[in-house]
């Protein structure tokens, strides 16, 4: 089942917010996330909020760009009312589910409705993700001529058994050739990896980078895989049908991977995720974890605004239902105290490559870093210019540093965090 959303307060039919929302906007970036719900096939380790076909229960897929440009203009409307100022979109992400499961001019309509909406501003970077089963050339033509100015393709490995395990459908031969026709379209590319799959060896997950680093794209995420409550993983692995995820061996990838993509000249700029350069960073990412603004679009869709949080109703049908009679589709929403916001920035920022400040951290907090030089988990240098960025061991480890760093800080981050807490503490 998809992961549960939190219960929070209740959210204004009309979707305006507090005026502290406004404090300081004109600072921050403003993006929006687009999610697309559908998938074809459920993958057994994934609780994100997905349906297939037959889990829609009288909604259509091709009803759902009209929903989402609604949904729009009701943000537009909402944002301009709560009197914060006009700003031009930055980055837009289209996540999900499948987004390429929908045709290119309904994601076309959709970027079009943020274009009219607020415009985009110079250079905006503009992401869909796609399965590698779920795109060809003229797909990917079609993207770039719309507007779209970048592709993250969920690859997760190239090895056939470990494909299986995951339940992931496509091909591990249609990676190279996807890249190719995103590459002939002008898109930049990104691919998404997952390590750590019952049954993965050291020796699978070098093919799968050699087979990513051979494809040279321009971005890559490594993320290990977390078995979620409630998902066909974590019964496999209760009734015993499959092992659990051995932590050694997943720091043992981990290491792999951060040497290998460093010899292939990628530096790594937050924990799970390294670029060639910081020009092909994701900025939309980057967004979050910097805590600028963002309006999230779809069913189970987060958003963040001047401290203010909110999550949309889950189902397609809800979300439908809301947005056609002109209300919010948010479920609950909250307003994250000071203290709250604290915790989340050290949170967020001590997993970056640019690093927190020491001086945003508390006395006790501050106490803490010499022992976690000493320890190997944060870089002596970069301490002593007054940044706390980790070492490749503090990364492993990066919940377990952010822990001291947080040694008289009570308040924890909420769930609602938009955050890949990385598995290994």
């Known amino acids: 089942m998809p992961s549960i959303l939190p219960v929070g307060d209740p959210a204004p039919a009309d979707g305006l917010l507090p005026a502290s929302a406004a404090e300081g906007a004109a600072e921050r970036d403003f993006g929006v996330y687009l999610h697309v719900p559908f998938c074809r096939v459920r993958c057994g380790y994934c609780d994100f909020n ?8 009288g909604v259509s897929q091709s009803d759902y760009a009209g929903h989402a440009v609604r949904e729009v203009g009701f943000a537009a409307a909402a944002l301009e009312g709560s009197g914060l100022p006009a700003r031009p979109v930055s980055t837009v992400f289209f996540g999900g589910g499948t987004p390429t499961l929908l045709p290119p001019g309904d994601l076309a309509a959709m970027l079009g409705a943020v274009r009219d909406a607020w415009g985009l501003a110079d250079g905006a970077e503009v992401t869909t993700e796609a399965n590698p089963d779920s795109v060809d050339a003229d797909d990917l033509r079609r993207l770039a001529d719309a507007g ?13 058994h470990v494909l299986e395990t995951l339940e992931r459908t496509h091909d591990p031969a249609r990676i190279p050739l996807v890249v190719g026709w995103a590459r002939d379209a002008g898109l930049q590319v990104s691919l998404d990896l997952i390590y750590g799959t019952p049954g993965e060896s050291l020796d699978d997950w070098s093919r799968s ?9 321009d971005h890559l995420s490594a993320y290990a895989l977390i078995v979620e409550p409630g998902t066909k993983l974590a019964r496999q692995i209760r009734s015993g049908q499959v092992p659990e995820p051995d932590d050694d061996l997943e720091a043992d990838m981990y290491e792999l991977a951060d040497a290998r993509l460093a010899e292939a000249g990628y530096d790594w700029y937050e924990v799970s995720n390294w670029a ?8 939309h990412n980057l967004a979050y974890w910097l ?6 679009v779809g069913p189970g869709a987060h958003s963040h605004v001047g401290g203010v949080r909110w999550w949309n109703v889950k189902h397609p049908a809800a979300y439908a239902q809301r947005v056609l009679a002109g209300e919010s589709p948010a479920a609950g929403r909250e307003t994250l105290d000071a203290e709250t916001r604290q915790v989340e920035r050290v949170l967020l920022l001590s997993r970056i490559r640019d690093g927190l400040g020491v001086d945003e951290l508390r006395e006790a907090g501050r106490r803490e870093v010499p022992g ?22 503090g990364r492993l480890l990066a919940d377990a540093v952010v822990r001291r760093l947080l040694a008289e800080d009570v308040a924890q981050p909420q769930d609602s965090a938009p955050v890949e807490i990385a598995r290994r503490t």
């Open 291 to 296: 805590g600028h603004d963002w309006w999230g």
């Open 372 to 393: 976690l030089i000493a320890d190997g988990l944060v870089d002596g240098r970069a301490a002593l210019r007054g940044s706390i960025v980790l070492t490749q061991r």
């Open 148 to 160: 779209f100015t970048r592709v993250s393709f969920g690859m997760q490995s190239a090895v056939p």
């Open 50 to 57: 997905t349906y297939t076909a037959t889990e829609l229960r």
């Open 276 to 283: 060639t350069d910081t020009a092909h960073r994701s900025r």
């Open 209 to 217: 980078l050699d087979t990513a680093l051979a494809c040279a794209p």
